[in-house]
Structures are given as C-alpha cells and as structure tokens.
C-alpha cells in the first residue's frame, strides 16, 4: 500500500510560483506512476500533471502547459510539481494520486493523499 503526503502549498501572488511536493511511503512507489489534480471550490476535482514511474513520460492539462513542470526523485520517494506563473485561478486543493498504470493514473488513481491549499492572490 502506498500513502501520500503533500506539503508545499500556501499563499503566493499572481505571477509568483510555488513547488509542491509529495511525499510517498511504500516500497512499490518508485514502480507507481503519479499524478497531481486539483479541486477549486464549487467545482470538480480536475488532472492537472503527471509522471511515469520512471520520469520518462509526463504529461500536462491544458491549463497547465508552459507553466508547470514535473519531476521525481525515486530514491527519496517524491514527486515534485513545479508550478510557475501562478494566476487566481490556479487556486484550489492539490492533490497527489498515484497508481501502477501511467495510462491509467490521469483519470482512476488508486491512492490519494490529503491535499494541501494553494492560493494565489491577484
């Protein structure tokens, strides 16, 4: 079973950026591909960025293109997002979710952690 701890979040003005990070416990998480979605007040939880289990494959929400990146450092078992020119909107609960399927972990993760808030002023 792999558990999932998000720290890293806060609150940042409007162009300013933040890193995220998910802390992972389990020894099957270097093998778990890993996702990051997000859930804005009255609105539905929503795929922001993902990587593979080995970091070869990412992939990227449309409103996260250009402004998001996505890292991972097995050996610590973490996953870092690295969100740059932040907007209002951005604002929300990040969440981290991981799964064995890269295909998969966009959309039916099978574990999530807490989340943690990010808020950006404008």
């Known amino acids: 079973q792999v558990q999932l701890v998000e720290s890293g979040g806060g609150l940042v003005q409007a162009g300013g950026s933040l890193r995220l990070s998910c802390a992972a416990s389990?020894?099957?998480?270097?093998?778990?591909?890993v996702a990051w979605f997000r859930q804005a007040p009255g609105k539905e939880r929503e795929f922001v960025v993902a990587?593979?289990?080995?970091?070869?494959?990412?992939s990227y929400a449309d409103s996260a293109k250009g402004r998001f990146t996505i890292s991972r450092d097995n050996a610590k078992n973490t996953v870092y997002p690295q969100m740059n020119s932040l907007k209002p909107e951005d604002t929300a609960v990040y969440y981290c979710?991981?799964?064995?399927?890269?295909?998969?972990?966009?959309?039916?993760?099978?574990?999530w952690g807490q989340g943690t808030q990010v808020t950006v002023s404008s």
């Open positions: 389990g020894r099957t998480f270097s093998s778990y591909a």
């Open positions: 979710a991981a799964g064995p399927s890269f295909a998969r972990v966009t959309t039916t993760p099978s574990n």
């Open positions: 990587i593979s289990w080995r970091g070869g494959s990412t």
